[in-house]
């Protein structure tokens, strides 16, 4: 008799985790609330792991196609000097490939064309873990995951920090993140020639300033003189500013509860810092479907949390507004 799975969420988790369950001989049903695929999103970087995850998932080479690969990268201060170069040749030995860079929307129909190919696909429906009558649940409902709610009794946490996000319609070769005291900012390539920018702040929950998000940014960043961050603020207009404030998945017990599994950010939403979170969402996925739910649950938990653990100290680092030079120390050290 053939084993069926419901899916609650059509995100990077969920559909990644659809292709993988039908390749073990499951029967698939994905439930998203949303009607259809978000046609805006920043750029995501997948790690040569998260590329190993979709190429078992069938779709490696269509993400390389469409990414652009990360060719070098560096961390600099305000005023445009470098702290440390990333050595992307060396790491490429190491891991075997490169980061590639692809935005969110594109991964997104990546994963949603092959979903479709093999399970069933039901956007603009939203149901909770307890109404699927399913031999499998697989919650891949986000940092704000009711389901997680309800199993577990643990809601998202705010992390003390905010973010702001955009992409520019101009090239550009940089990979760069720029360290301030207490704050950050980041340019890289994106697919089709564009420009993905970050920037994250210390700030209070909810401290938006609707309409007035570009003088935000030029308040906090204005003054500096790197000249990747001079050229975006000077592009960016209002309405092509994303903000949102950045939550994590508080550390939790176990990823599986009765036949309901947690994946991607409703199991361990990190803070952004290490770039990992849609890469340990795909790698997730893979796990589930190679491993059934409990070979995932102890594949994977203590692994996801130790990374949750290291992005909250790379974001603790960021905020750190005293002792700049000892941080810059520290970051050479690491990288």
């Not at 997730?284 to 102890?298: E, H, P, R, T």
Request: hydrophobic fraction near 45%.
């Amino acid at each position: 008799m053939t084993k069926t799975a419901g899916i609650i969420g059509g995100g990077i988790g969920g559909l990644a985790a659809a292709i993988a369950l039908h390749k073990s001989g499951w029967q698939v049903t994905v439930h998203e609330r949303q009607t259809t695929t978000p046609a805006v999103g920043t750029a995501l970087g997948m790690w040569p792991a998260a590329l190993r995850a979709l190429d078992e998932l069938g779709v490696g080479d269509r993400v390389r196609e469409q990414g652009v690969p990360q060719r070098a990268g560096e961390l600099r201060r305000p005023d445009g000097r470098r702290i440390v170069a990333m050595d992307m040749d060396r790491m490429e030995r190491r891991l075997g490939d490169r980061i590639h860079l692809i935005s969110r929307p594109a991964l997104l129909t990546i994963l949603r064309e092959a979903a479709a190919e093999v399970c069933d696909l039901r956007f603009g429906t939203a149901v909770e873990g307890p109404e699927l009558l399913q031999d499998l649940v697989v919650a891949a409902d986000g940092v704000f995951s009711r389901t997680r709610e309800d199993l577990f009794g643990e809601k998202a946490r705010y992390a003390g920090s905010t973010a702001w996000r955009g992409t520019l319609d101009f090239p550009t070769e940089t990979f760069a993140e720029i360290w301030g005291a207490g704050v950050k900012f980041g340019v890289t390539p994106q697919e089709g020639g564009r420009t993905n920018w970050f920037a994250s702040a210390g700030a209070p929950e909810g401290d938006f300033h609707p309409g007035a998000e570009l003088a935000a940014l030029h308040e906090i960043f204005g003054g500096w003189r790197d000249p990747a961050v001079a050229r975006v603020l000077g592009a960016i207009r209002e309405d092509g500013i994303l903000r949102h404030d950045i939550y994590v998945t508080p550390k939790l017990p176990s990823y599986l509860s009765g036949n309901v599994v947690l994946i991607g950010d409703a199991a361990h939403a990190m803070t952004p810092d290490l770039g990992r979170g849609a890469c340990e969402a795909l790698i997730d996925a893979v796990s589930l479907g190679k491993d059934g739910a409990i070979g995932y649950d102890q594949d994977r938990r203590r692994t996801t949390q130790r990374l949750a653990r290291m992005a909250g100290a790379a974001a603790w680092m960021t905020r750190q507004r005293h002792a700049v030079p000892l941080r810059n120390a520290v970051l050479r050290a690491a990288l």
